[in-house]
């Protein structure tokens, strides 16, 4: 996949909507039943972001990174300041935030991931963008020392240096960037005065990776 491992600056995404999306298929039989279904196993994330800039040199470092990108062609790392973190935005990140697994006494390799609700109807969303520097590994709840195990920030994965023993909960905190790309090819700037002007909102859209 077409993809530029870089985030998007903070400021350029100031004043953004958007959020998560299903896609769900609703049949009404001639009973007044419905049969739901989906053909999406995980939610994906939109956003619009632009409509508050007014700054030129704001609009103009957002052109700038759009051009980078080449119009939709490549992907790039976006922070959703309303979900960011593998706990609540303003908490505290812990070792115990996450689980990713139990060991089985061969297995080093576990896939960050993050729970949305509670029990067997619990959303699990895999994590695959990770922020350098912010992953907390625990083991049975004790928390491992850096250096202990490493993590690909291009993909979420987890190695240990070691398996974990049969039956150990390995969990993990972190915070994460969304996989995301321009969904158009074209930007509309209008400009106000010498030093101000307004940006048509620009569709953002979350890439599988």
Same mark, same amino acid.
């Given at each position: 996949m077409a993809f530029h491992e870089v985030r998007l600056p903070a +400021?350029?995404?100031?004043?953004?909507?958007?959020?998560?999306?299903?896609?769900?298929?609703v049949v009404t039989?001639?009973? @007044?039943? &419905?049969? +739901?279904?989906?053909?999406?196993?995980h939610g994906r994330r939109r956003y619009l972001i632009g409509a508050s800039l007014r700054s030129l040199d704001d609009m103009a470092a957002l052109?700038?990174?759009?051009?980078?990108?080449?119009?939709?062609?490549?992907g790039f790392r976006l922070r959703d300041f309303a979900?960011?973190?593998?706990?609540p935005p303003s908490g505290a990140i812990t070792a115990q935030d996450q689980g990713l697994g139990v @060991?089985? @006494?061969? #297995?080093?390799?576990? &896939?960050?991931?993050?729970?949305y609700g509670e029990g067997e109807e619990a959303a699990?969303?895999?994590?695959?963008?990770?922020?350098?520097?912010?992953?907390?590994?625990?083991?049975?709840?004790? &928390?491992?020392?850096?250096?202990?195990?490493?993590?690909?920030p291009t993909t979420g994965t987890v190695i240990l240096q070691s398996?974990? =023993? &049969?039956?150990v909960v390995v969990t993990a905190g972190f915070e994460f960037d969304v996989p995301v790309r321009?969904?158009?090819?074209?930007?509309?700037?209008?400009?106000?005065?010498? =030093?101000?002007? #307004?940006?048509?909102?620009?569709?953002?859209?979350e890439v599988r990776v």
């Open positions: +400021r350029l995404a100031f004043g953004s909507t958007g959020g998560v999306e299903r896609r769900t298929d039989l001639g009973s @007044g039943f &419905e049969r +739901r279904s989906s053909p999406w196993a052109t700038g990174f759009f051009e980078a990108r080449r119009g939709r062609l490549y979900d960011f973190k593998s706990c @060991g089985d @006494g061969v #297995r080093t390799t576990f &896939e960050l991931s993050k729970r699990v969303r895999r994590i695959h963008k990770p922020v350098a520097g912010t992953v907390r590994l625990a083991l049975a709840g004790a &928390e491992l020392a850096a250096g202990t195990f490493e993590v690909e398996p974990a =023993a &049969e039956g321009f969904d158009a090819d074209r930007l509309d700037v209008t400009l106000e005065s010498f =030093a101000a002007g #307004r940006m048509a909102a620009v569709p953002l859209i």
